[in-house]
């Protein structure tokens, strides 16, 4: 009936548990409580496709993803995601204004398979629009932040894959990850990034 059928969810469950287990000393920082802010708007986010990492928002206001969160937190949500694409929920399709080729597509969809909904891409769109740019060679060279998401450290992102300098897929996921376990919604993360200059 209707073919093989993919065993995802025990696999990343699995891989969570080690981590778990790995990590299960770690704390968790605490988060800020924010007061609500009205989207963002298209005329306030960063230009949608900048030639070259340097044309991002200016290195020494934004210093990115810099909170500590730790990776068992990172790959819970992760294992999170992979249940939700293991129940093959149909595709979303991509807003209209967005290729769905590009960084900003790719993270649209990505978005939509951790469980963010909809209504949260106004948010991570500006956001990571002001970091980087949606590009996925970003660098900051004041802080050594990198990629789509500005990890700080870059190196945290190879969590997800070791090709975390070059794939865009891997960075996204992480950021999503990230301010998934971290603020809950890109609108927390946008809202602290307003009021602080990094999320």
Known sequence: MGGPRRVVAPTALAVGAMLLSACAGQARPATEPVA???????ASAAP???????????????????ADVPTMQIMAQLARRAERIAKRLPQVPVPTDVDPASNRGIGYREMVDFGFPADQWPYLDALWHRESGWNHLAE????GAYGIPQSLPATKMAVVGSDWRTNPVTQIRWGLAYIAARYGSAQKAWEHSERVGWY
Not at 36 to 42: I, M, Y
Not at 48 to 66: F, K, N, Q, V, Y
């Open 48 to 66: 949608s496709s900048p030639s070259t990492p340097a044309e991002h928002a200016d290195p020494l206001s934004r210093s990115g993803a810099r």
């Open 140 to 143: 900051n060279r004041s802080s």
């Open 36 to 42: 609500p802010t009205s989207p963002p708007t298209s």
